[in-house]
């Protein structure tokens, strides 16, 4: 078996290692003796969508956003259509507001790919610092970095999951990222996925499916005993820091 993974403009989209994601999704599979194959595009390549089993989306600077949504314009119908037709997308923070119908910032609206029923408004200040979430997807919790002007409203969407400690889309709503179909968008930085192997092994796993039908994506469990010391140094940093911790992530699970 085999992936193929895009990384789209990492010339532009790579914020606080967004990259190291691609690693830890070939590695992952190469661990399991499951072929993994990296692209990158850059802003003037061709992409072939029909080739890919993954594509990352990452953060940018708003002036970086608004280079890459004049390129998305020219993708948005097959960028879509891959999606409908359940390809796996992560998309982190610039890249996960790109998903929505717009970001709105003070000097002017950047579109975006309008695959997910959302939009983003940058709002007075900005939301910095670690995050973690629950999501029901997932027994870890999922642990990060945001940094972001934009607030984003998801509408009806299911959002990834429930703010334990942080701001999450918007600061206002309790709530962290967006699932679609096989799309996950998040304002998590860090990178990602390698303190939240549960959340990678998703992705692939949903890939696998695709591809190969579900008898097919079974994944062999790997120990993981760095990934999960990772995920909880940040949970304990955090979780004296809020009132009634316990019984508030109880409550969440
Ligand atoms: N430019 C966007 C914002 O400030 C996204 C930043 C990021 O990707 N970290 O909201």
């Known amino acids: 078996m085999k992936l193929t993974i895009g990384h789209l403009f990492p010339d532009l989209l790579n914020l606080y290692g967004d990259r190291g994601n691609i690693q830890c999704l070939a590695k992952r599979l190469r661990w399991r003796g499951i072929e993994a ?16 089993d993954i594509v990352l989306l990452g953060g940018g600077s708003d002036r970086e956003q608004m280079l ?9 119908s097959e960028f879509k259509a891959y999606v409908e037709d359940m390809g796996v997308v992560i998309a982190i923070c610039g890249g996960y507001q790109l998903l929505g119908k717009y970001y709105e ?4 609206k950047i579109d975006g790919l309008d695959i997910v029923d959302m939009y983003t408004v940058q709002e007075k200040g900005r939301l910095i610092n670690n995050i973690f979430i629950k999501s029901d997807l997932f ?12 607030r984003t409203y998801i509408n009806d969407n299911k959002p990834l999951g429930k703010v334990v400690f942080g701001k999450g889309n918007n600061g206002k709503s309790g ?3 967006v699932v679609y179909k096989n799309v996950i968008g998040t304002y998590l930085h860090g990178p990602l996925l390698p303190k939240n192997p549960q959340l990678c092994d998703y992705l692939l796993t949903k890939a696998l499916e695709r591809k190969y039908g579900a008898d097919k994506a079974v994944l062999a469990p790997l120990d993981d005993i760095e990934e ?10 955090y979780s004296d820091k809020i009132e009634n911790f316990k019984e508030r992530i109880r409550k969440l699970i």
């Open 37 to 52: 194959e990296v692209k990158t595009f850059s802003i003037d390549e061709e992409i072939d969508f029909s080739a890919l």
């Open 68 to 76: 890459v949504c004049n390129r998305l314009k020219e993708i948005k």
């Open 105 to 108: 910032t003070d000097e002017g």
């Open 139 to 150: 027994e870890m919790p999922i642990v990060g970095f945001e940094n972001h002007g934009g």
């Open 175 to 177: 709530y962290e990222g």
């Open 228 to 237: 999960k010391e990772a995920n909880k140094y940040i949970v304990d940093r």
